[in-house]
């Protein structure tokens, strides 16, 4: 199964750890809120994945199937 | 708001043709009684309809309807939300609606129950629009005391924030929690009020639902496109000489609309369309427009919230565009640090630039930052507001600039175009 990384923009709260641990997906933004990769990761990736999900202090971080139906690809807004 | 004459067009569907609220003797002499349709023919109708979504996302009803149905219990355990929050401060038009056709609104949310199989039946209001929140109490109470409704319908009031009208915010805050929004999925079909699949629906929808129940999908189509049929509420405002509410078929041109609310006052040079989230655009690339969603798209506008405002070019686009932005950016829920951290931040420096208090590289800033926080909040508050900014960067860069090097323009002091209300506080 594909799986991509998401944070949970709520939880965070810029300890910057994910960064450090999973640069090849993970930026900082100019506030220190991590920008993050949505591509599928690859397998040579996905320890550096892990660490950064098990390490992160808010628990923000997770995977999620590529073809989760609910993802972001639907407005959210109340229509 | 005045209730606009209709210049010539047979697309009054929703909108009374007297400006006299209708109570429930008058909304029966008129309609009839709500026909009882079983689900599936009632989500069918709607799938027929091509019906989407008024609330500004522009998202399929039925199949909306269908994902609620599909996830509830045998026994019914789902609950229907009529969003009325209405929290884009120049649009009228829920409200408008609620106030004269209330038992329309009324209609389509026992549809909506019926269809999706809903013990609980909400309709969410916010806390400034007391006057829709009397309207409806009495509205309900008419029905109740007619036996015409076998339900309780639940009146919920909220504050009046901008993201408190947003989807996941509302089941928050009829569940008995702060009405800021959720990370999703669980998207309130999954998991809503209570924890219960969950519909939440645009009461403009509901009401073209109750009309779709009642006369059927062809009649909808009758009007407008094909990808966007039917009608649609717009309020329009601005540099126009009868501001108000109107409802035209999606194949009225911009320019159309605009003459059956009197007219500009001066010459047209730019129109908002869609709210604050929506996009600016250059009053002659619009003008010819249909507002269906594929003649707006290949302009690069959606008609959002049914919000047009027009203005003249003794408006300052700059100075529109940062007391906006600076209201956006106060109106986050302070949930998501790319939006909570990173609007206030692109909206004061976008207000530097307008003041001519910043550098030529704060241009250059707003773009990266104003790319970076897109996509990062759990609701779209980042990225409606960001595309509004986006659409004034390009539109006005001319005057951007203008104001960067020479501060606030000759027109900047005009009265102010777009309404700004003060925040207020709390989110309960």
């Known amino acids: 199964m594909r799986v991509r990384l998401r944070v949970d923009p709520i939880k965070c709260k810029a300890h910057g750890m994910c960064g450090e641990l999973f640069p090849e997906r993970i930026r900082m933004d100019d506030w220190g809120y991590p920008v993050i990769d949505s591509r599928a990761l690859s397998d040579d990736v996905v320890e550096h994945a892990r660490r950064a999900i098990v390490d992160c202090p808010r628990a923000a971080l997770w995977v999620e199937p590529v073809d989760e139906p609910g993802a972001r690809e639907r407005p959210d807004d109340s229509d | ?428």
């Open chain 2, 1 to 428: 708001m005045s209730l606009s004459t209709d210049v010539g067009s047979t697309a009054r569907r929703l909108l009374p043709t007297r400006p006299v609220p209708e109570d429930l003797d008058a909304h029966l002499a008129g309609f009839g009684p709500r026909p009882r349709l079983d689900p599936d023919a009632m989500i069918d109708a709607l799938d027929d309809s091509g019906l989407r979504g008024r609330g500004g996302a522009d998202f399929p009803t039925g199949v909306k309807w269908r994902a609620v149905m599909d996830h509830t219990s045998r026994d019914g355990d789902a609950v229907v939300v009529a969003n009325a929050a209405e929290c884009e401060p120049a649009s009228f038009k829920d409200r408008f609606l609620l106030t004269y056709r209330p038992h329309l609104v009324l209609d389509g949310l026992e549809h909506a129950a019926d269809a999706v199989g809903a013990r609980r039946v909400v309709i969410y209001t916010t806390r400034s629009h007391s006057d829709v929140e009397a309207a409806l109490r009495a509205a309900i109470r008419e029905r109740r005391r007619r036996d015409d409704s076998d339900r309780f319908i639940d009146v919920q009031v909220g504050p009046n924030r901008y993201v408190a009208g947003e989807e996941t915010a509302v089941v928050s805050r009829v569940s008995g929690r702060l009405a800021k929004p959720k990370v999703v999925p669980p998207r309130p079909f999954q998991s809503g009020v209570d924890r219960l699949p969950t519909l939440v629906q645009n009461v403009e929808t509901l009401a073209h639902a109750a009309l779709i129940a009642r006369f059927g999908a062809p009649w909808f189509r009758s009007v407008g496109t094909q990808r966007s049929p039917g009608t649609a509420l717009l309020t329009v405002s601005g540099a126009v000489r009868t501001p108000g509410v109107l409802e035209a078929a999606s194949d009225t041109t911009v320019g159309a609309i605009v003459e059956r609310a009197g007219g500009v006052d001066g010459e047209p040079a730019m129109v908002l369309l869609g709210g604050y989230f929506g996009r600016w655009v250059a009053a002659d690339r619009i003008w010819n427009q249909t507002i269906d969603a594929d003649s707006l798209r290949s302009i690069g506008a959606t008609l959002g919230t049914g919000v047009l405002v027009v203005a003249t070019a003794a408006t300052c686009g700059i100075s529109e565009t940062d007391r906006v932005l600076t209201f956006l950016a106060g109106q986050t829920a302070g949930q998501c640090g790319p939006c909570h951290v990173g609007l206030p931040a692109i909206a004061e420096t976008f207000h530097k630039v307008a003041t001519g208090r910043a550098r030529p590289a704060a241009l250059d800033l707003l773009v990266r930052w104003s790319h970076d926080v897109r996509g990062r909040g759990a609701c779209r508050h980042p990225d409606g507001a960001m595309l509004f900014l986006a659409s004034a960067m390009e539109l006005f860069a001319a005057d951007l600039r203008h104001h960067l090097r020479h501060g606030l323009c000759r027109y900047s002091e005009q009265r102010a175009l777009l309404p700004v209300p003060a925040t207020e506080g709390g989110w309960w």
